[in-house]
């Protein structure tokens, strides 16, 4: 969330994509993480279809958003023109 919030600051489109493209990465590795942990039996069957099921959903979400910024002209506040 840290780095996505940095992104934003940034104040262009592109920045921000470049942040949430690395948030999708780091869902994907929290979901192997999990995998791993329930391999040796760490954590329980629920607890890991239960994390397994937010992180997709939060994967989808950041897909969701990037879909939306990439659709949209306007690229920030940093790339504005005065007129």
Same mark, same amino acid.
């Given at each position: 969330?840290?780095?996505?919030? +940095?992104?934003?600051? @940034?104040?262009? %489109?592109? +920045?921000?994509?470049?942040? =949430? #493209? *690395? $948030?999708?990465?780091? %869902?994907?590795?929290?979901?192997? =993480?999990?995998?791993?942990?329930?391999? /040796?039996?760490?954590?329980?069957?629920? %607890? #890991? !279809? $239960?994390?397994?099921?937010? %992180?997709?959903? *939060?994967?989808?979400? *950041? $897909? &969701? =958003? *990037? @879909?939306? =910024?990439? !659709?949209? /002209?306007?690229? &920030? /506040?940093?790339?504005?023109?005065?007129?």
């Amino acid at each position: 969330m840290s780095n996505i919030a +940095e992104g934003f600051k @940034r104040g262009g %489109t592109k +920045e921000l994509l470049h942040v =949430l #493209c *690395i $948030a999708q990465g780091s %869902t994907a590795e929290v979901r192997s =993480l999990v995998c791993v942990a329930a391999d /040796p039996l760490y954590i329980d069957k629920e %607890t #890991c !279809a $239960a994390l397994h099921t937010k %992180t997709v959903a *939060i994967a989808q979400q *950041i $897909a &969701g =958003l *990037i @879909r939306y =910024l990439q !659709a949209d /002209p306007y690229q &920030g /506040p940093r790339h504005k023109t005065e007129r």
